[in-house]
């Protein structure tokens, strides 16, 4: 459902669930957590995020999004307490599995530290740098240094996002056999919401269901020929399944 921004200021005067995201750009971590808001059927209030602002740093603590800030409480970034704070406000439906250990071990591999769309922007860093399309100039060295881009990651980042792909692949395939279209149990849970967002850095929906400016849409089209290998289409087939299923269309960035 589309959502209009509040100001910094109107927002440090509100109650309730707050969230900072990035506008304009189909952001996995943001995108994740609106799917987990919207599952739940939490209300919340947009506000963007923006990186000049005294009033908004003094607000929100960090310049990054998403962070969920609830009531009068500490603002939050992380994904696990992000989604932590989801199950607090609406316990019904879980989004937690039954094997909840390996779901969230699952969660960390994709939206975590060092996880897929972790490395996959490094990827994209990379490509950016060296004129093989990614991430726009403007953008590309901020990236870099945020989040850690190095000579050693450019020789890792690729392993990582195929050891991850492979994995995503090989739960989907078994999953498929014993008759349910997501990772763990009958129903979805947090990391088929973590992973149909992250696909939006490899295959983006098309326009009509999620605008997004020409250049980054760009950047997320770039894919070097053995990571494109590494991708299952089932994958790509269990973010459809997702977004035709359980999340909203079209995206509102």
């Known amino acids: ?20 995201v990035v506008s304009n750009v189909p952001s996995p971590w943001g995108e994740a957590a609106k799917g987990i808001l919207h599952m739940k059927a939490i209300p919340w209030t947009a506000v ?23 009531n009068q409480e500490a603002p939050r970034s992380g994904w696990r307490e ?43 860093v990379e490509a950016g740098l060296t004129g093989k399309g990614g991430f726009p100039q403007r953008s590309v060295k901020y990236l870099g240094d945020k989040y850690g881009y190095t000579a050693e990651s450019r020789l890792t980042c690729d392993a990582r996002v195929h050891e991850i792909l492979a994995q995503l692949s090989d739960r989907l395939i078994a999953q498929r056999a014993a008759g349910s279209p997501y990772f763990f149990g009958d129903k979805p849970s947090a990391a088929d919401i973590y992973c149909a967002s992250v696909m939006a850095m490899f295959a983006p929906l098309p326009e009509e269901k999620c605008a997004m400016k020409p250049d980054i ?37």
């Open 1 to 20: 459902m589309p959502f209009e921004y509040i100001s910094t200021e109107d927002a440090i005067l509100a109650d309730g669930l707050r969230m900072v």
């Open 48 to 70: 963007r995020l923006v990186y000049d602002s005294d009033t908004f740093n003094g607000w929100a603590k960090d310049q990054t999004g998403p962070i969920a800030i609830y």
């Open 82 to 124: 992000i989604l932590d704070l989801a199950e607090r406000l609406a316990p019904d439906p879980s989004l937690l599995a039954t094997d909840e250990e390996s779901m969230l071990r699952l969660c960390q591999d994709l939206i975590g530290e060092n996880g897929l769309g972790w490395t996959r922007r490094l990827q994209l």
């Open 217 to 253: 849409r760009t950047a997320f089209n770039t894919i070097d020929d053995a990571t494109a290998a590494a991708l299952d289409p089932l994958i790509v087939e269990h973010r459809d399944h997702m977004y035709e299923a359980h999340l909203e269309l079209p995206l509102s960035l």
